[in-house]
């Protein structure tokens, strides 16, 4: 029987080749992504990681069985760390002060998915909520190894094409899904329903994410 995540993986196969062809992603790989496009991304991405990571520590802290603590606490970590580099590298090779990170606030987008992949915790369950952080996980990896292939020599964005091409990150995309197949294998059939519309809704949000930075989108209205 072909595992969830692999499944998964199919019914989402289209969308991932769309977030591929995204004007983001495209300019990403051949070096002439406008560094204020850039800017905007990586901010935003700082404000989405620092939520991402309270959103595995939160999966963490419902898992029932150790070893799932232990993967999800140490992925929360793994986006501290993250976040992190993205201060000492990115910031100052794209010139992003740190209080521009202080002073911003979440996109629509990236507000609206941060809130879906908490919600779908605390609405569902664990097995619900571990299926909707995967998409981040997989689709990062994906996009970064895709884009490995063709990049331009000497692509100052190569940092970035590093970092989610890398084989260490590829094995915690693989541990996760390995979780997560044996999660679906005890479930119940309506929880698994339950499990794909989250996965597939935050495969949507991956594409509205890059799309937003694109756009550099903002509130439509101020308070």
């Known amino acids: 029987m072909t595992s969830f995540t692999a499944t998964m993986r199919h019914e989402t196969a289209d969308l991932l080749e769309r977030i591929l062809a995204l004007p983001f ?16 991304y990586v901010i935003q991405d700082a404000l989405y990681l ?13 898992a029932p069985e150790p070893a799932m603590i232990s993967l999800f606490a140490k992925s929360a970590d793994g986006a501290i760390e993250v976040e992190r580099a993205l201060h000492a590298s990115y910031f100052e ?5 740190p209080e521009q990170v202080e002073q911003a606030e979440p996109s629509p987008t990236c507000l609206a998915y941060t809130d879906f992949l908490q919600a779908s915790i605390s609405r569902d369950g664990f097995e619900v ?9 997989r689709i990062y990896w994906d996009v970064g190894c895709r884009i490995k292939e063709v990049t331009v020599a000497d692509n100052p964005f190569s940092a970035w094409i590093d970092n989610y ?5 590829g094995d915690v995309v693989l541990a996760v899904e390995a979780m997560l197949d044996g999660v679906a294998e005890q479930v119940s059939a309506a929880t698994r329903a339950r499990m794909r519309q989250a996965y597939h809704r935050s495969t ?20």
């Not at 992603?25 to 905007?40: I, K, P, S, V």
């Not at 620092?50 to 419902?62: G, Q």
């Not at 909520?129 to 996980?137: D, E, H, K, Y």
């Open 129 to 137: 909520g571990a299926a909707a952080i995967l998409p981040c996980f």
């Open 50 to 62: 620092l939520e991402y990571a309270r959103v595995l520590a939160r999966v963490a802290s419902v």
């Open 165 to 169: 091409s890398d084989q260490a990150f």
């Open 93 to 97: 090779l794209f010139g992003i002060r």
């Open 25 to 40: 992603n495209r300019e990403l790989a051949d070096g002439t992504l406008e560094t204020a496009r850039f800017q905007n």
């Open 204 to 223: 949507q949000y991956e594409w509205m994410f890059w799309d937003s930075a694109y756009r550099m989108e903002t509130w439509p209205v101020r308070v």
